[in-house]
């Protein structure tokens, strides 16, 4: 869970609220502190298991904004967006049937299969 926690908060300060600079109540500047502090909330309300009850099942958008407060753009809304999101994963998906490989990771300029160890 420490892991976890840590990850997740190291991600939300650098990706997530890269672009958070205002409040949005007061419009006061948003400094890294704060950051940090409202990604380590989100991180433990995340890895809450008395509520969440599993790490192996996706939570929904709704609930993330709800429940946790995350502010989510939905792809749907930009269709350009959203069809070029749904062909990579169609992309991707038939790829890794092609590899018979269950779990890939993709980033810039690197692919990487994951086989089950046996």
Not at 33 to 57: F, P, V, Y
Not at 89 to 99: E, G, N, R
């Amino acid at each position: 869970m420490n892991l976890s926690v840590t990850l997740l908060k190291k991600w939300l300060v650098e990706y997530k609220f890269r672009n958070w600079n205002k409040t949005e109540g007061r419009k006061r500047t948003v400094t890294k502190a704060m950051k940090q502090k409202c990604a380590e909330g989100i991180a433990h309300n995340l890895n809450d298991t008395a509520k969440w009850h599993s790490h192996g099942r996706g939570i929904s958008m709704e609930v993330l904004r709800q429940d946790v407060k995350l502010k989510i753009k939905d792809f749907r809304e930009e269709k350009a967006k959203g069809d070029s999101i749904r062909d990579y994963h169609k992309l991707l998906t038939d790829y890794m049937a092609k590899l018979n490989t269950a779990v890939a990771v993709h980033v810039i300029e690197n692919f990487s299969i994951m086989r089950a160890a046996r």
